[in-house]
């Protein structure tokens, strides 16, 4: 049921390669400075702050991007739907509205949605790096058979569930990744006692 008029509006509002090639790049910058704070979080853990933690390189650094461009083009693919929807909605509910009517409404929608969209994408971010940052420490650093997810309350089930479940396995974490969902603050910490000395500890390549 679109008109010429939103077919245009659309485009006008819709993000295209350019836009996601920016937000892709925002994007690996905000993972690389939650990788550090992952890193140095896990570095303190076990009894040091020598060190800052390195940022992502080589096949960290490529994982980064991989991620930063599969979560842009999803975002955007999002967006441009709910656009689309929007501009549907607005036809509907005034036929002959004109282009000054699709411009107001669609930038108080953008700024409404955004109030909270950016906010849980940040937070999804934030969650999936640092997970993946914490992953490699105990690798590099051959630590982390025993895991707990924290913080210890949950209003999700089935975060609820894994908390109950007490102490987890690494193969366990490895299947159900945290954040578990949309909002999600929980992640998984080692439990076990590990002595790594300060000067061989691995803070990235």
């Avoid at 400075?33 to 933690?53: H, L, N, P, T, V």
């Avoid at 282009?99 to 994408?121: D, S, V």
Wanted: net charge positive; hydrophobic share 35%; aromatic share 8%.
């Amino acid at each position: 049921m679109a008109s010429k008029l939103t077919r245009v509006i659309a485009l006008f509002y819709t993000m295209q390669t350019e836009d996601i090639a920016k937000l892709q790049t925002a994007l690996v910058n905000q993972m690389t400075k939650a990788w550090r704070r992952g890193i140095e979080d896990e570095e303190k853990q076990f009894g040091s702050q020598m060190a800052k933690a390195s940022p992502p390189r080589g096949r960290d650094l490529e994982e980064m991007k991989r991620l930063a461009k599969r979560d842009a083009e999803s975002i955007a693919k999002t967006f441009n739907r709910n656009v689309e929807n929007h501009l549907e909605r607005l036809y509907i509910g005034n036929p002959k509205g004109n282009r000054h009517y699709y411009i107001r409404q669609m930038e108080l929608w953008i700024q409404q949605r955004n109030a909270w969209k950016n906010p849980q994408i940040a937070l999804m971010t934030e969650g999936n790096i640092r997970g993946y940052a914490r992953s490699r420490f105990w690798e590099e650093n051959n630590v982390g058979k025993t895991f707990r997810m924290y913080p210890l309350t949950a209003t999700c089930k089935v975060c609820t569930q894994i908390i109950a479940k007490g102490n987890l396995t690494r193969k366990f974490i490895e299947n159900h990744p945290a954040p578990i969902h949309i909002g999600c603050i929980h992640e998984y910490r080692v439990i076990e006692n590990a002595d790594i000395s300060c000067r061989r500890m691995w803070v990235g390549d």
